[in-house]
């Protein structure tokens, strides 16, 4: 199905992102980007031929059933939103102090731990 | 970057993409519990919204996991930054 | 900050908090919900402290007042989550669908996740913003 790849090339070029860049704050990023494609692929799986959003109004009670979209991976995605901002919240504050030590942002002239 | 290296990232790009391109087509529902969701929303829980009732009424276990996930995330920037203000004082 | 954007931050702020209110407590008619209404009553505040400095979005909320807040939502969305099946024909009781007074337990469930994340992303603005 065409419409499953453009969640992949999201994931394909946050995992370059996270890979390849040396500064550490684009590889956060990277980060962010991977999570972004797979909750795009998620919801797209759960696609129906002719369909409307979930949400049932006085007009659609006697054909709801038969065109509506998968709820689930959209309840699933919410919850997943938040994590993401959790864990870039604390990945961005650990490279704040990573700087204060370092004097550096570069990941190849990190060679030395905590001494 | 050098060669193989490239060559390799390359094939298993075409490998990632091409899986996912030749996928066949299901119109219905490949997972059965989606089906009771959307029969049974609004006798059992009494919202309109179906994804709120399965978000508040169904999986509501979830939501509470995810409020401590977020709870802990705010508690460990709030000592992070403590730590890093003091530090700067002395 | 330049004057224009105080003027217009000034002019937008109240709307931004009103329809933030609209989307948390309309959370089982419309979509949205708890989450996006609380990520929204955050950023009018964020946007004050953009503005006008950490001094001026003190006298909205304080610091101390938010982590209070933020303890006694976490306190009541879990008694609310594990306690669920047994109130949740009686909390909002009303025999009418499609009004704002009625869904059982979940339009309270909404509020008190909206004020939770909220708070929660005020904390780490506030945090990531002060100096010394």
């Known amino acids: ?115 | 970057m050098n060669k193989p290296l490239l060559l390799i990232s390359l094939t298993l790009l075409a490998v990632f993409v091409l899986s996912v391109l030749f996928v066949p087509n299901f119109s219905f529902f490949s997972n059965k519990i989606s089906n009771h969701y959307i029969y049974h929303s609004l006798e059992e829980t009494k919202a309109p919204n179906v994804v709120g009732g399965v978000v508040w009424d169904y999986r509501a276990y979830d939501t509470l996991g995810e409020e401590t996930v977020l709870f802990a995330a705010t508690l460990g920037v709030y000592m992070l930054f403590k730590k890093l203000h003091v530090r700067d004082k002395k | 900050m330049t004057v224009i954007k105080q003027t217009i931050s000034r002019i937008v702020f109240p709307f931004m908090l009103l329809f933030s209110i609209y989307v948390i407590t309309h959370g089982h008619l419309t979509p949205g919900g708890g989450f996006q209404g609380g990520v929204l009553l955050a950023s009018s505040v964020i946007l004050i402290c953009l503005v006008y400095g950490l001094r001026k979005a003190e006298h909205l909320i304080r610091e101390e007042t938010s982590h209070r807040i933020e303890a006694v939502a976490g306190i009541l969305l879990a008694v609310l989550v594990v306690f669920e099946f047994f109130i949740k024909g009686s909390l909002m009781a009303s025999e009418s669908l499609f009004q704002v007074w009625s869904g059982g337990a979940i339009p309270v469930m909404n509020v008190i996740g909206g004020i939770m994340v909220a708070t929660s992303f005020i904390i780490i603005f506030y945090s990531m913003v002060k100096e010394k």
């Open chain 1, 1 to 115: 199905m065409i419409e499953y790849v453009f969640g992949t090339i999201f994931i394909i070029l946050g995992a370059y992102c996270l890979v390849v860049k040396k500064n550490i704050i684009k590889k956060i990023m990277g980060l962010s980007i991977i999570t972004m494609g797979i909750h795009l692929l998620i919801i797209t799986m759960g696609y129906r031929q002719g369909g409307i959003p979930p949400i049932i109004t006085p007009e659609n009670l006697l054909t709801f059933s038969q065109y509506s979209v998968d709820p689930l991976p959209q309840a699933l995605v919410l919850t997943s939103i938040v994590i993401d901002l959790s864990i870039t919240a604390i990945a961005l504050s650990i490279s704040i102090l990573l700087f204060e030590q370092n004097k550096t942002l570069d990941s190849s002239k990190l060679k030395v731990l905590k001494g």
